[in-house]
T-cell receptor
Framework: KAGVTQTPRYLIKTRGQQVTLSCSPISGHRSVSWYQQTPGQGLQFLFEYFSETQRNKGNFPGRFSGRQFSNSRSEMNVSTLELGDSALYLC???????????FGPGTRLTVL | SQQGEEDPQALSIQEGENATMNCSYKTSINNLQWYRQNSGRGLVHLILIRSNEREKHSGRLRVTLDTSKKSSSLLITASRAADTASYFCATVPLSEGQNFVFGPGTRLSVLP
C-alpha cells in the first residue's frame, strides 16, 4: 500500500496570504489528523476528521480550518498567515481513531 | 508537566549501548504509543501498548507501562548509529472524540 502523501512538501508564503495543504491517507483509512510541529511548541494537534466529519479540534485560532472529502483525502487551510505559522505540518491517517497513526512526510511552511 | 512528557530531553550514547527514555502522563489512557522521527521528517510508529498490558517487545525495543504511576519507558537495546532520531510518546485517550497528545520528545544521538 502507498503511504500517506502530502503536497506540497515545501511552501514559502508572505504574511497575510493564505495557504492550502493537502493530504492523501493510506487506502482504507478513514481517520485523518493534522498536527503542527515547531521547535518551541513541539507537536500540537490541529484537528481530526473521520468520514468527512470533524471529530475533534485543537486549540488553534479560526484561521486554521480543514475538511475531508468522500475519498478520505483531506485539506487544511490557513488564512491571513502570520510569521508564527511557520512550521512543519504533519498529516496522519489511521484505520481506527485510537489505533496507530501513519504519518506523511510533512509540508514545511515558511512565512516571510 | 504536560501530558505525554518524555525525559531526558536529550541523550547521547555510544553504539552498542542501551538507551532508555521515559514518558509520564496525567490522565487515563486507552493506549500509549511510541514514535520515532528522523530530522524534519514524518513520524514512524514503533510500538503500541494497551492500558491493560505491562510490557511489550518488538525486535530491539522494549516498552513498559505502569498505569498506577502513569508512566512508560522505551528501551532500545544494542543501539546503532541509525537509531539517532527523536522519540515521542503519544497518549491515546479513552474514547473517540479526544485527540492524541504527544510529548516534547527525547533527542537520541548514537555515536559510532
Amino acid at each position: 500500500k502507498a503511504g500517506v502523501t502530502q503536497t506540497p512538501r515545501y511552501l514559502i508564503k508572505t504574511r497575510g496570504q493564505q495557504v492550502t495543504l493537502s493530504c492523501s491517507p493510506i487506502s482504507g483509512h478513514r481517520s485523518v489528523s493534522w498536527y503542527q510541529q515547531t521547535p518551541g511548541q513541539g507537536l500540537q494537534f490541529l484537528f481530526e476528521y473521520f468520514s468527512e466529519t470533524q471529530r475533534n479540534k485543537g486549540n488553534f485560532p479560526g484561521r486554521f480550518s480543514g475538511r475531508q472529502f468522500s475519498n478520505s483525502r483531506s485539506e487544511m487551510n490557513v488564512s491571513t498567515l502570520e510569521l508564527g505559522d511557520s512550521a512543519l505540518y504533519l498529516c496522519a491517517s489511521s484505520f481506527q481513531t485510537l489505533s496507530e497513526q501513519f504519518f506523511g512526510p510533512g509540508t514545511r511552511l515558511t512565512v516571510l | 508537566s504536560q501530558q505525554g512528557e518524555e525525559d531526558p530531553q536529550a541523550l547521547s550514547i555510544q553504539e552498542g549501548e542501551n538507551a532508555t527514555m521515559n514518558c509520564s502522563y496525567k490522565t487515563s489512557i486507552n493506549n500509549l504509543q511510541w514514535y520515532r522521527q528522523n530530522s524534519g521528517r514524518g513520524l514512524v510508529h514503533l510500538i503500541l501498548i494497551r492500558s491493560n498490558e505491562r510490557e511489550k517487545h518488538s525486535g530491539r525495543l522494549r516498552v513498559t507501562l505502569d498505569t498506577s504511576k502513569k508512566s512508560s519507558s522505551l528501551l532500545i537495546t544494542a543501539s546503532r548509529a541509525a537509531d539517532t532520531a527523536s522519540y515521542f510518546c503519544a497518549t491515546v485517550p479513552l474514547s473517540e472524540g479526544q485527540n492524541f497528545v504527544f510529548g516534547p520528545g527525547t533527542r537520541l544521538s548514537v555515536l559510532p
